[in-house]
């Protein structure tokens, strides 16, 4: 409990605020901020608490230290949320210490995946986390790297889902996306970085009481605190945190607050101030240390999930509760909100689906017949929604923030997928179709609302049946293949020849052979 000399009401006041554990966090903290500017001296007489927080970060830095001085370097994944904050403070620690020691250290990186989807309130928070590691780590002079590494482009959510048509992740399904759009490139830039380097230890923040899904799976895995540990592709990792609760890594944010006079670090952020408001806007405008792991239940909840997101259920409840928490701030997301949950509504609606398949059976040249994909239609309508929110904020940032908007749901390269993907597959009428609807939508004034969301009820799948496309002339005798070649039209190609125009190749899909394109003019 912490106490004062002082006799001033105002004084015992804010004392009495610091120790009463019922109130929320951020009350608490304004407490200390106010005992702080008022230069009042206050001591602790049961520091336990601190003094345990200390203890357990002092045993993982130690271990940290430990790695470094097997001459690999350490490789930090962050996200920016709290636990990959923890995980950032306590490597950071055990590299100045390492270079204090010995005088030199090897190469380290922290390592970001921008997925491009992520929840655009969080943008300039994420801005302002790497300007404050950029600093530190030119202030103490340490040879640590930022990264920030994107998915390949046949991963990118708007040609997997806008362009190919490939269902979002709902509830129950794999969550393959995560692999692809953090997982694959994070370990792409590790392997290439290792070959230039050395051999480098992945930091990675997982914790088990995260979720009873994730504390299984990583006790089948074997996964275990301080102790490199060996992955599944035979990359070299370290879990400092796995054991933790949420109150410690609350409270080695809270106690890394450089103002403070029991700062247990000075790390690359000042304090986490912000981690704390964001993270507290989450939760509808609760504490997130009083919420705890349990408070936000859902797949994504409180750890800010991709704005696209279906797996959290019917609802977004963290983007939800921030717009209602802080309206002011963060109403501008409530169209994006919108299109998130019509994705949801859309689920087991069998008529938006395209149910031909785009494989077939070498040996019989049969189709399969099964609704798995978005239809052409259902795409192009989502494309419009996203297009139309992108040009309503483009108009409110001209008139209210000089041209600066807060988000774009679809830049130019995403464009280029998605009309790559249409054509691959031959969905749209015509070509360029995508960027046809960025022109009549940003340039021409069109625009499409969301209507009213009806959730479509559950049914179950069809079963897969197969179905023998017509043979004559759309069907090549040598592979038996139904001519759905997509950027191909044999008569624009002849026409093309015939005027002295080279025509371009591409390697096909499916058999792998070259082929001829249609040459378009744009």
């Known amino acids: 409990m912490w106490v004062t000399n002082s006799e001033h009401n105002v004084h015992i006041q804010l004392v009495n605020i610091i120790n009463n554990l019922n109130l929320p966090y951020a009350v608490r903290n304004n407490g200390w901020s106010k005992i702080t500017e008022l230069n009042v001296t206050i001591t602790n007489d049961r520091p336990s608490m601190r003094d345990e927080v200390r203890e357990l970060c002092e045993y993982l830095i130690n271990a940290l230290v430990a790695v470094l001085e097997t001459g690999k ?160 592709d035979g990359d070299l990792l370290i879990l400092p945190i796995c054991d933790w609760e949420v109150d410690d890594v609350w409270a080695l944010l809270t106690y890394c607050d450089s103002s403070s006079e029991n700062a247990l670090y000075h790390s690359f952020a000042p304090s986490f101030d912000e981690t704390i408001d964001i993270y507290r806007s989450a939760n509808s405008g609760e504490c997130a240390l009083n919420v705890g792991d349990k408070g936000q239940s859902a797949a994504c909840g409180a750890r800010f999930g991709c704005i696209y997101c279906l797996v959290s259920g019917d609802k977004d409840k963290s983007l939800t509760a921030m717009i209602e928490s802080d309206s002011e701030r963060f109403s501008y997301l409530a169209g994006v909100n919108k299109l998130r949950d019509f994705m949801y509504a859309i689920r087991w609606d069998m008529d938006r689906r395209d149910w031909l398949g785009r494989s077939f059976d070498i040996e019989t040249g049969f189709y399969p017949l099964q609704p798995v994909y978005f239809s052409f239609e259902t795409r192009l309508e989502l494309l419009r929604y996203m297009l139309t929110l992108d040009a309503q904020e483009r108009e409110w940032a001209n008139q209210f923030n000089s041209g600066i908007v807060r988000f774009e749901l679809v830049n130019y390269q995403q464009l280029i997928e998605i009309d790559l993907a249409w054509g691959l597959y031959s969905a749209s009428p015509h070509a360029f179709a995508a960027l046809l609807e960025y022109h009549e939508i940003h340039n021409c004034g069109k625009r499409y609302e969301i209507g009213e969301i009806v959730t479509a009820p559950k049914l179950p799948i069809p079963a897969k049946r197969w179905i023998k496309l017509p043979a004559a002339q759309d069907i090549s005798k040598k592979d038996k293949r139904h001519n759905r070649d997509g950027l191909s039209d044999p008569k624009l190609i002849e026409m093309a020849r015939n005027a002295g125009i080279v025509i371009p190749t591409i390697k096909d899909l499916f058999t792998v052979h070259k082929k001829n394109c249609a040459v378009y003019k744009i």
């Open 73 to 232: 370097g350490l490789a930090v994944s962050v996200s920016f949320g709290k636990d990959s904050n923890c995980c950032l403070v306590l490597s950071l620690e055990a590299i100045k210490r390492f270079k204090r020691k010995y005088g030199y250290m090897p190469s380290c990186y922290v390592i970001n995946s921008n997925t491009t989807i992520e929840n655009p309130a969080l943008d300039d928070y994420f801005n302002l986390m790497q300007q404050n590691l950029e600093v530190f780590i030119n202030t103490h002079d340490l040879d640590v790297t930022f990264i920030e590494v994107h998915p390949d482009t046949t991963s990118h959510w708007h040609y997997v889902t806008l362009g190919r048509g490939k269902m979002p992740r709902y509830p129950g399904m794999t969550r393959d996306c995560s692999v692809d759009l953090k997982v694959k490139p994070i370990k792409k830039a590790k392997k290439a970085l290792a070959k230039l380097t050395g051999e480098l230890v992945s930091v990675v923040g997982t914790r088990m009481n995260e979720s009873e899904e994730r504390k299984q799976k990583m006790i089948e895995r074997g996964d275990v605190a301080n102790t490199v540990l060996t992955g599944e």
